[in-house]
């Protein structure tokens, strides 16, 4: 599997600022945060293990509304983002986020058939369709890295 | 010529014009009305005749006035012939009718040609009740009768009472004054002109009013057609417009539809039971092969293969037309009918635009029939591709952690080969892996189960004591699970899927239950049957979703189907497994109280409870 990006960082909400100019690394030294969410606990603990074992700050969320509650909290770099959840789906985790003037980048991870198509229709930065392997979420996850992120 | 000779010769006219209708009907059609009516009118053109003749010469022979004094009194009993063609008419009427007929020809025959005050009474007043009575019959007739047969013999009740009263007036006439004479002749003209227009119009009435009087019966049969096609099954219909043709026509209607797997005409009975014709046999097979309407006034003589049939029924008239929609030969509509009707032509008439208007109304239903056999392969085929959908994402959901932990636990041991190994990461994929088993093993049952082939061997099953080994095998400290059996239950099962169903519903009932909330299983036999039922007190599901909880792919709608894993298969096999065993399951259940599902099986043999 590879990992395709849905074009562009999106909307104005992009648009360089001196506030806002990186909005996507710390830049200070500090690991990156990585936000995943899905409502299977052992993907969400293999995702999370790979990834600390990266060097990210992982932030794992079971829910939608726990991913919302968690990047209230800390805003992180990227956001895996499972589709088919209850109550809340993915879909409407990216709606909430983007209603709110949040533009945390959004990678999509999904089981479906047509993960592109749910990419593009949560105006999402890229996708990891399920089974994917150790170096595709890797792949996914790097581009988002800040260039102080990694610390080892 | 004043008014009255001008009203006088009109009427004439009409009769004279009536009698040469229904005569010209006779050659065509040569039946006993047709030849009844004949005789009623040309009796009437006689009279007429002889008394022009009479005025002509200024006198006549008093041979002929004796003659023209029968004939006249020869009419009502005429009319009373007529009304015998199509309702019953008493044999006692009958007679009492050609007992007074004689005994006015022989005292008019003797007095002739000065009548006594007696005799033309007599003749009058039997004139008189005979025409009132064969009026009445022929409006209890039209009560019973619809559209253009109800207008016309109401049409000849009304020529009949105003022909008697005609008669009535022209005898008390030669016995009033001379001052009221006039007045009474006058009345006796127009009374005379209102029969002549009255039996015109029911015997032979112009197309233009056959069609407005048809109108009102068609208008409404056609205002519930177009409802017709929508309702439920091809029998619904079959029903209603069984009973609009009857209603419309006042005859018994009975449609007939062609089938095409067995080449036979197909009636519905009252009590839905079907009868098949073959085509050219009976009057329905017959209008069906020719593809026209057939009218019979003697159906035991025309078809004596249904003579006891008609019979049994007093069927003494039928009708059959063909139901066609351009080449497709849809079926017949049958009419029957105790006397045979009056007027068969506009009958017959009106049974084919009946005819034709079911043959619309079926065409209709098989476009809709089509139309829908069209949506079910569509949705068929939708519910095949969810189907691969859905087991795609749900086989998908565990392969996720296997590949990704397993890549991550092949890469620790090559990065720090003497590290401890990643015992809950091994568990991960241990575990995942035996639920993508469990889910392999899922479908290929479901798939089994729709060729059939679920259940393998059977054995002698003790549920009670499997119950038990289920029970104590699946304890948790989480939840208990307790059986309730107080014998053996033996039946010849399948032992490895009677398991996988009992398994199956204690899973279910711990997965949607609280944490440490028991589940009760409980085993017995019961009117020689072995039941199961599996109860929990969990959060139950809604009724609405019940008639389908055992359908594939199915799950209360209160469940959050992420948190409880699994591709809604596992009832629809527990089904599968049941049904295949010639059991039963169903399922009580109320939200927020739980759900208990039953189970009832075959049990081997009457003894049963093998030790």
Known sequence: MTVEWAGGPPGAKQAPSASAARPYGRGDGQHDTVLVVDDDTSILDTVSSILSGEGYDVVSAASGKEALEAVARKQPVVILLDMRMPVMDGWAVARALRSQGISVPIVVMT???SAKRWADEVGAEGYLAKPFGLDELLTAVERFRGPGGRTN | MNAFELISAVTQIIYVLIFISVALRLARQPTRAHADMTLFFGATAFVILVSRVAALTGSAPPWLTTVEVAVLMALPYMLLRLVDDFTHVRTALKRAA??????????????????????MLYVVLYFFVVSISCAVAFFRSARRSRGVTRRRMEAISLGSILLGTDILIAGLTGLARPDDRAVLQALGQLLGLGSGIAYYLGFAPPPLLRRAWQEPELRAFLARAASLPRLPTTLDIVRDLEHGAASSTGTAA??????????????????????????????????FELQRPIFST???????????????RGIGAILAAPITAGERRLGVLTLSAQRPPIFAASDIELAGLLADQAAV???????????????AREEATRLKDDFLSAAAHDLRTPLTTIVAQAELLERRAMREPTAPADIAGIRRVVREGKRLAGLVGDLLDATRLEQGGLVGEREPVDLAV?????????????????????????????????????????????????????????????????????????????????????????????????????????????????????????VESEVGKGSTFHVALPIADEGGSKR
């Open chain 2, 361 to 375: 109304i079926l065409e209709s239903r098989a476009l809709i029939d089509d139309a829908a056999r069209v949506r």
């Open chain 2, 298 to 312: 003697d159906p035991i003589r025309d078809n004596p293969d249904g003579a006891a049939a008609y019979r049994s």
């Open chain 2, 98 to 119: 050609e007992l007074g007929l004689a005994a006015g020809i022989v005292a008019t025959s003797v007095t002739v040609p000065a009548l006594p005050t007696p005799v």
């Open chain 2, 254 to 287: 009975r449609i007939g539809l062609w089938q095409d797997d067995t080449s036979k005409l197909r009636f519905w009975e009252e009590d839905d039971k079907t009868v098949d014709l073959e085509p050219g046999t009976h009057f329905a097979g017959r209008a």
């Open chain 1, 111 to 113: 089981a479906a058939d």
């Open chain 2, 466 to 586: 499997l119950a038990q080994e289920l029970c104590a095998h699946d304890a948790v400290e989480t939840s208990s699970c307790r059986v309730e059996a107080s014998a053996p239950v033996v039946g010849e099962y399948d032992r490895r899927r009677v398991e996988q169903l009992l398994q199956n519903l204690i899973e279910n009932a711990r997965k949607y239950s609280p944490e440490r909330t028991p589940i009760r299983i409980r085993v017995w036999r019961q009117d020689g049957e072995a039941r199961i039922t599996v109860e929990d007190s969990g959060i139950g599901i809604p009724a609405a979703d019940l008639p389908r909880i055992f359908e594939r792919f199915s799950r209360a709608s209160n469940v959050d189907d992420r948190r409880f894993h699994g591709m809604g298969l596992g009832l629809f096999i527990c089904r599968g497994i049941v049904e295949e065993h010639g059991g039963r399951i169903w």
